[in-house]
Nanobody
């Protein structure tokens, strides 16, 4: 699976962005997917994850209620709708695919990674 993330940018606090992750390969529809982020000087952290069919999702406490993960298996695309953005959401956001139908919160359990897209939230 090859992953291409897009949709990042500069936004004011309180604004919204929608990230997309386009996947190539036949295994997208059977793969759990996740979004992670990494701020300068910090470790990569879990943001959100979704099971292979979209039936189960999970969010980090810091984004729960503000972010929504979704997927369109017909389009081989993963999404992250981010609302009510805060300066502390500033990071490079990565999408990742796992060789399993069920997600994990741990980056090391994902097999494929996109290149990342920068999200910057100004105060």
């Amino acid at each position: 699976v090859q992953l291409q993330a897009s949709g990042g940018g500069l936004v004011q606090a309180g604004g919204s962005l929608r990230l997309s992750c386009a996947a190539s390969g036949r295994t997208f529809s059977s793969s759990a997917m996740g979004w992670f982020r990494q701020a300068p000087g910090k470790e990569r952290e879990f943001v959100a994850a979704i099971s292979w069919n979209g039936g189960s999702t999970q969010y980090a406490d810091s984004v729960n209620g503000r972010f929504t993960i979704s997927r369109d298996n017909a389009k081989n695309t993963l999404y992250l709708q981010m609302n009510s953005l805060k300066p502390e959401d500033t990071a490079v956001y990565y999408c990742a695919a796992r060789g399993s139908r069920w997600y994990s919160l741990h980056p090391r359990e994902y097999d494929y990674w996109g290149q990342g897209t920068q999200v910057t939230v100004s105060s």
